[in-house]
């Protein structure tokens, strides 16, 4: 998941270009084609208006048949998501109050709005800036793991009551 800009929008610090999420995407692919495990690509809706699915595997060069452009909502493709890789997007946000564990891959070396979570004994808030970290943190990632890390997603909770939101106003 990732925030796509087309050319025509203003481009923040926290925000790829094209071309940045073009060879992020790239690299996750190489990492995923060889593995049993499925990457799902979860373009942004503002990619999807510009580019068709198909238009996509041709352009990514995707040839696995573990690695999918999803037609599917995010909610859809969260709610059967074991991890969430991406670089600058409320995806991550979204998929930790999920319960769902989240990389943020930035190899440029240059964001990390989650760092303060960052909890070496946790593993839910991962930063990685290089295709070797991914790869060996997937090769000894425990998918099944999921049950033991839920008490460790309790500081993404959020109760709202009447005095938190005047508090937030």
């Known amino acids: 998941a990732s925030t796509f800009k087309n050319e025509s929008n203003m481009k923040f610090f926290g925000v790829e270009t094209f071309d940045e999420y073009f060879e992020s995407v790239k690299d996750l692919i190489k990492i995923f084609k060889d593995k049993k495990i499925n990457l799902i690509i979860q373009p942004h809706p ?10 996509l595997v041709k352009l990514f060069q995707i040839s696995s048949n573990n ?4 037609n599917h909502t995010f909610s859809e493709n969260l709610k059967k998501t074991s991890i969430l890789i991406s670089f600058s997007s409320t995806a991550l946000e979204e998929a930790l109050l999920s319960n769902v564990p989240v990389i943020i891959y930035d190899k440029w070396n240059r964001y990390n709005h ?21 790869e060996s943190y997937l090769n000894n990632y425990n998918f099944d793991n999921i049950k033991y890390l839920k ?19």
Do not use: P
């Open 46 to 55: 503002t990619l999807k208006k510009n580019f068709s699915n198909d238009d």
């Open 67 to 70: 690695i999918k452009i999803s």
């Open 114 to 134: 989650l760092n303060k979570f960052k909890d070496i004994n946790d593993q839910i808030v991962n930063y990685f800036t290089s295709v070797k970290m991914i």
């Open 151 to 169: 008490s460790a997603f309790n500081k993404f909770n959020v109760k709202f009551n009447k005095s938190n939101i005047e508090d937030l106003l």
